[in-house]
């Protein structure tokens, strides 16, 4: 057992970086990096030719809240806890501040990387609002909002019971947003004073419910769900072990496997449905709708590129639903029963390529129309159009590749 703690973490955290790198460089040979390389020259050029022409409507106050709020609430932390350490280092639960100090470091430095650089491409548009602040001037107020935030989340996740845990998170959601969109429209020592008494009213509020001195449980099921999220990003590159995953009920999704008929040769078919709504594949999928849709109308409102800025994003969103759609091959690929049960392979091949056709499928007519939609309603029917054909021509186009890689993989 290491004595230090904190070097117990640090060589945790470095055994994980080794451990991932030979899946960063098989990304990096992907060409994944060239398809973000062009998609932020895309956005970047729809961003500038938006700022010259900003609508006199445009909510750029609410935007700009809106936005920093949620990387401000938004709060990660990095423990690489396993289950084992509720043996092995909870008889030294007092010693674990100096186990979560360097955590709960790299976790504020990282979202505070990340809301610097929202703020960096906001700044121009928030130039714009006529605020009575500069964008320099609120820097280190975001910033100290953003460990505040971090904070209270440490706190919530020491909260006993989960409804509480859920209802303080709200609370500290809607004081941020609030404090945030005081210190875009209000005097600097106005906004200050009025996000002092916003902290205040949370930290009053929760140091009601009950609470853990530290929260194992909490803190292994998160670090678990992290995991997960890496492994199933490399998973669309390379091939690597999975990691236990809990399923997800879905039930507003799950009745789409009663629609498929209980047969021998619908085995597969039936397997790969379940795998992909009940997994962390169907939670991807439904995430990259609901924010390729916002991304597409909005894209698609602010007229930017002619109006074919809105179609650019539902094509980007679309091509990156075909490719986790099509992460569902991966799944019970090294499973020891498909030997067993006497089932032909070809089966397994072909019912993968139709659950994920269909699931990009059902994606791409979502990402299509709410870009679509706000480009035909405003006369650009060349843009509407094209987004949803674009979309649509993916589905088949992916189906062919994602079909060559099983080949492929097969013959190996």
């Not at 679309?318 to 030997?339: E, I």
Request: proline share 6%; glycine share 6%.
């Amino acid at each position: 057992m290491e004595p230090d703690l904190e070097m117990l973490r640090r060589r945790r955290a470095e055994a994980w970086r080794k451990a991932v790198a030979p899946y960063v460089r098989d990304l990096a040979r992907s060409g994944f990096p060239t398809f973000v390389v062009l998609a932020a020259l895309t956005a970047l050029s729809g961003y500038t030719a938006f700022l010259e022409t900003v609508p006199p409507d445009f909510p750029i106050t609410a935007v700009g809240a809106v936005v920093m709020a949620l990387l401000l609430v938004r709060s990660p932390l990095r423990t690489h806890l396993r289950p084992a350490d509720a043996v092995f280092l909870m008889p030294r639960e007092h010693e674990m501040e100096r186990y979560m100090k360097s955590a709960r470091r790299g976790g504020y430095i990282s979202g505070s990387a990340l809301m610097l650089a929202a703020w960096l491409i906001y700044a121009p548009l928030y130039g714009q609002s006529g605020a009575p602040t500069g964008t320099a001037a609120l820097v280190p107020a975001l910033l100290v909002l953003k460990a505040l935030n971090d904070a209270g989340a440490w706190r919530e996740r020491r909260m006993a019971r989960s409804a509480a845990r859920r209802l303080c998170r709200l609370l500290r959601a809607a004081l941020t947003l609030a404090a945030v969109y005081a210190l875009f429209t209000e005097p600097l020592p106005a906004a200050l004073g009025f996000a002092a008494a916003a902290a205040a009213l949370y930290a009053a509020v929760c140091r009601l419910p009950a609470r853990h001195r530290f929260p194992w449980q909490r803190l292994f099921d998160e670090e678990a769900r992290t995991r997960r999220r890496y492994e199933r990003f490399f998973r669309s590159f390379t091939d690597l072990p999975a990691e236990d995953e809990t399923p997800a009920r879905r039930p507003y999704a799950a009745w789409v496997a009663g629609l498929i008929r209980h047969s021998r040769e619908n085995t597969y078919l039936m397997l790969y449905t379940l795998t992909l709504i009940r997994t962390d594949i169907g939670g991807m999928l439904i995430r990259l709708i609901a924010v390729g849709a916002l991304a597409g109308a909005a894209a698609e409102a602010s007229g930017a590129l002619a109006g074919w800025a809105g179609a650019i994003a539902a094509w980007l969103f679309a091509l990156a639903a075909g490719m986790q759609a099509g992460t569902v091959r991966h799944a019970h690929r090294h499973a020891v029963w498909r030997h067993l049960y006497p089932l032909p392979e070809a089966g397994r091949q072909r019912a993968a390529v139709r659950v994920a056709a269909a699931a990009h499928f059902a994606c791409a007519v979502p990402l299509g129309l709410a870009a679509g939609l706000p480009a035909a309603l405003a006369g650009r029917y060349a843009p509407a159009a094209a987004a949803m054909a674009g979309c649509l021509v993916l589905v088949p186009a992916m189906a062919r590749r994602l079909r060559r890689h099983m080949d492929r993989e097969a013959a190996e």
